[in-house]
């Protein structure tokens, strides 16, 4: 005899479907679907105030909330530090962040005089930063370290086997005229760290003297750095450079961003590097001080510091942090670099961008 096969009819195979489809469902709502689990609490925040351009890597913010169990939110406060600086000094007493960062000197000092920052000294500022403090109460905390000096592209005066310049006094000889990009100090960082370096090496009796030579010998004055380095300069790096200039004031690790093939036809002046150290500080009076704290200590790290040259294109205040490799047969952080005191700066740099102006034009 052969085997009964039962066969349901198709109106109860559906209904039967329908049943077991409903069953899995229920299931999955009771044991949880990944996907449809609703998100756990957002991890506390701590609030980054820098001006635009300033970011942290996605890696180390990561980093960052995986040891603290904080957040990073960078917001950004106008294009440049004089913007920050204006509304850190607006808003202080009722900060609207938790953290300011990357402040030169002259604008962290001005800061400093309008009670922007409180006391805060972190367990690991004392592994070098503290060469670079400005400040008594330790409100303040040196993060990288700004060289900018004159870029040489070595090609253009060897293909036409000229001399290249050696020292800041060269800049001004005939026989350089006509040849130097220059960031314009009222409107450049890097403009104006080469004006402090006159200022260091000529004093308040010469430096407006060697404006005037650098003005009479035809320097060629460009609204920014991009400008100076990128479209003006005959050794950049960047594609779209229809540069002329073999000269150009830019920070020392620019060599290092121009290697071809291993070599570097790019070289800096040494004689004509002056220093510029950013710093960074916890906001007075912000609601979450522990967390300013911790974003402090975590600017300072080993970890943090080691990622500041290829990152911000700077030099980490860590001492015996390694450079890449790049940098350092190329583009070595100065051991002798020229420097202004920050308080002198800020007490002079509006007389100084006055009496330039009157020079230059």
């Known amino acids: 005899m052969s085997e009964k096969v039962w066969r349901v009819p198709s109106r109860r195979r559906a209904v039967a479907a329908v049943l077991i489809m409903a069953l899995v469902t229920a299931l999955a709502a009771a044991c949880g679907d990944p996907a449809e689990t609703p998100p756990g609490p957002a991890a506390p925040t701590v609030t980054v105030l820098a001006y635009k351009g300033w970011t942290i890597p996605p890696e180390l913010q990561d980093a960052f ?67 670079f403090t400005i400040d008594d109460q330790q409100r303040l905390s ?10 040489v592209d070595k090609s253009w005066f060897a293909s036409r086997d000229r ?8 800049l001004a ?6 040849l130097l990009a220059l960031p314009d100090p009222a409107r450049s960082e890097t403009g104006f760290a080469f004006l402090q370096a006159t200022i260091a090496r000529y004093g308040e009796a010469g430096w407006r003297q060697y404006w005037t030579q650098l003005r009479n010998h035809g320097a060629h004055l460009v609204s920014s750095l991009d400008v100076a380095y990128k479209k003006r300069f005959s ?41 510029t150290v950013r710093y ?23 970890q943090f510091q080691a990622t500041i040259a ?6 980490p205040t860590r001492e015996r942090v390694s450079l890449p490799d790049d ?18 700066v800020t007490t002079n740099e509006r007389r100084w961008l006055r009496e330039w102006r009157a020079v230059w034009h």
């Open 235 to 275: 050794g950049a790096a960047s594609s779209d450079s229809s540069g002329s200039l073999p000269l150009a004031v830019a920070p020392a690790s620019s060599p290092a961003k121009a290697l071809k093939d291993g070599t570097a036809p790019v070289a800096v002046l040494p004689d004509t590097c002056f220093r």
């Open 310 to 315: 290829p990152t911000y294109g700077t030099y």
């Open 327 to 344: 940098w350092r047969s190329v583009a070595p952080m100065r051991t002798e670099p020229m420097t202004l005191p920050a308080a002198d």
């Open 173 to 178: 000889r005939p026989e350089y005229a006509g």
């Open 163 to 170: 001399s290249q310049p050696k020292t800041l006094a060269d």
């Open 142 to 151: 040196a993060v990288d370290v700004a060289d900018v000096c004159v870029n």
């Open 65 to 131: 909330q995986r040891q603290t169990g904080y957040e990073l939110d960078v917001e950004h406060i106008g294009a440049n530090a004089a913007s920050l600086t204006r509304h850190l000094t607006a808003t202080a007493g009722e900060p609207t962040g938790d953290v300011a960062v990357d402040l030169p000197d002259r604008h962290a000092k001005r800061a400093l005089a309008a009670d922007v920052f409180a006391p805060y000294t972190s367990p690991e500022a004392n592994q070098g930063q503290q060469r």
């Open 280 to 302: 960074a500080g916890v906001l007075a009076d912000t609601e979450y001080p522990e967390r300013a704290h911790r974003a402090i200590d975590f600017l300072l790290s080993q």
